[in-house]
Each structure stands twice: as C-alpha cells, then as structure tokens.
C-alpha cells in the first residue's frame, strides 16, 4: 500500500491543523492506520493510531484532548485533526499502516506498521 500525508504548515500556538494520508494500491480497510512524528535529533514518536473498523483509538498522552484520529474507509483516508497545538508539537509527521491486529500494547511500536508514508511538516511557534 502507498501512503500520501499532506495537510503539514506553519501555525502559530494555539492553532490548528488536519493532516491527511490517503491510501492507495491495497485495501484500506484491511489496515490499521498510526500517526508518528519525529523531530530533528529525536527518534520517531508514536502520536495516534486506529484500527481498521474505526472503533479503537491510541493517543500519547501529551495529545490527548488536542489531537484525534479519525478515518473514511470509503476515501481511503486516515486523518489526523491537531486543536490547541504547541511548539513542542512541531515535528516531521508521518503516516503508516499495519495489517497486524492493533491493541494497546503495540500501537506504539514502529514495528507493528508495515508501509509509512513520506512526513509531512507541522511547525509551531511561539
């Protein structure tokens, strides 16, 4: 499967942004989908993720009340809608999906993720 994120820009704190990643070459709905980023000199940083019905959701807690992850299986598209965003949000966010059956645990882990898309910029200032 390819995965295509956009939606990345410049905002200022406080503001927000939604972030897309479409789909394409598989079914989409055979995957579950995860958001990660990564800042420059940090390792990659698990941010959300959802299952392939839509019905289970993971966050970091750092995200948790500001972002949520939501997905249209008929668009072939995951999202990822970031509210009251903060300069330590700003990363390089990626998109990724996993045939594996997500729960808790490994929701989190690169690993469980097959296919990851290109990043997408989000930057945040003061």
């Not at 972030?19 to 000199?41: E, H, I, K, N, V």
């Not at 990363?91 to 729960?103: D, P, T």
């Amino acid at each position: 499967v390819q995965l295509q994120a956009s939606g990345g820009g410049l905002v200022q704190a406080g503001g927000s942004l939604r972030l897309s990643c479409a789909a394409s070459g598989r079914t989409f709905s055979s995957y579950d989908m995860g958001w990660f980023r990564q800042a420059p000199g940090k390792e990659r940083e698990f941010v959300a993720a959802i299952s392939r019905s839509g019905a289970n959701t993971y966050y970091l807690d750092s995200v948790k009340g500001r972002f949520t992850i939501a997905r249209d299986n008929a668009k072939n598209t995951v999202y990822l809608q970031m509210s009251s965003l903060k300069p330590e949000d700003t990363a390089a966010y990626y998109c990724a999906a996993g045939s594996k059956a997500l729960y808790r645990a490994i929701a989190p882990v690169t690993g469980t993720y097959e296919y990851w898309g290109q990043g997408t910029q989000v930057t945040v200032s003061s």
